[in-house]
């Protein structure tokens, strides 16, 4: 068996709460200044609280020095009475973002790679988004050809179809 690489773990703090009584508005709001605050992610899914109450759990994974901050601006800025947390390890992937040309002019490209190897290549959005509003093509296309460009310059591998469950 060859060498194993060395996997990238990081601990992150998971913030959660429900909410019942804000409107859409008020959380996309909520959701957009935690990212400007340092939020990694933000996300709400639907739930059902006492008495049949539609509501939603409002989640925020940050950095663990990050935590109490923001814990103390959803418990100023939303409805909640208090916010649970959770300590978690997660594994990451290493990122690289590289500009590729296109026939449109260049495009950056976010990399993910695992074990030394570029898995996966995507299009940074905006950037296509800017060429399909300047230039007056669809996004799709933007997009279509700007994949395949980062695709082709970067030499995007495949995973190994056996990899799942080998030891």
């Not at 909520?30 to 049949?52: C, H, N, Q, Y």
């Not at 020095?65 to 418990?75: F, G, H």
């Not at 990122?95 to 790679?113: A, D, M, N, Y």
Request: glycine fraction near 6%.
């Amino acid at each position: 068996m060859g060498e194993r690489e060395e996997r990238q773990f990081e601990m992150v703090a998971l913030l959660e709460c429900n909410l019942d009584d804000m409107t859409g508005e008020e959380l996309g709001y909520a959701l957009e200044r935690l990212l400007v605050a340092g939020a990694l992610d933000v996300w709400f899914t639907p739930i059902e609280m006492k008495k049949s109450r539609p509501a939603i759990l409002l989640s925020v994974l940050c950095r663990p020095a990050d935590a109490d901050r923001l814990s103390e601006w959803v418990l100023r800025e939303t409805t909640t009475l208090g916010v649970r947390r959770q300590m978690l390890t997660r594994l990451v992937a290493e990122r690289r973002i590289e500009s590729v040309t296109t026939p449109f002019g260049p495009v950056r490209c976010k990399l993910k790679i695992v074990g030394g190897r570029v898995m996966a290549a995507k299009p940074e959005f905006e950037d296509c988004a800017a060429i399909a509003r300047e230039r007056g093509l669809s996004l799709h296309t933007v997009l279509r050809i700007a994949e395949q460009a980062c695709s082709a310059h970067l030499g995007v591998d495949s995973p190994p179809t056996d990899s799942v469950g080998a030891e």
